[in-house]
Nanobody, 115 residues
């Protein structure tokens, strides 16, 4: 059984930082492309950051320079370090694992940026 479990969300003031983590089980984690998505109320889910099995990363323009995605293959985790958070970063953040056209999603973690 494949499970992805996100953690680390919460309430933070503008300009603050949060670190999200996603723990995977039931997959050979090292061969999966891992991504973070987010969905704000009334909006479509959007890609935030991606890291390939080889460690290549890419980011949405809106988060470049502020967010960093990283993975720890021995621990089967992928993290998203979020700095200089803005109110528009408020959303539910989801972890996704992808390989061979098959996607696995976590349940999401809420991030709220507000003063």
């Amino acid at each position: 059984q494949v499970t992805l479990v996100e953690s680390g969300g919460g309430l933070v003031q503008p300009g603050g930082s949060l670190r999200l983590s996603c723990a995977a089980s039931g997959i050979i984690f090292s061969v999966y492309t891992m991504s973070w998505y987010r969905q704000a109320p009334g909006k479509q889910r959007e890609l935030v950051a991606v890291i390939t099995s080889g460690g290549i990363t890419d980011y949405a323009d809106s988060v470049k320079g502020r967010f960093t995605i990283s993975r720890d293959n021995p621990k089967n985790t992928v993290d998203l370090q979020m700095n200089n958070l803005k109110p528009e970063d408020t959303a539910v953040y989801y972890c996704k694992g992808r390989r061979g056209g098959i996607d696995y999603w976590g349940q999401g973690t809420q991030v709220t940026v507000s003063s």
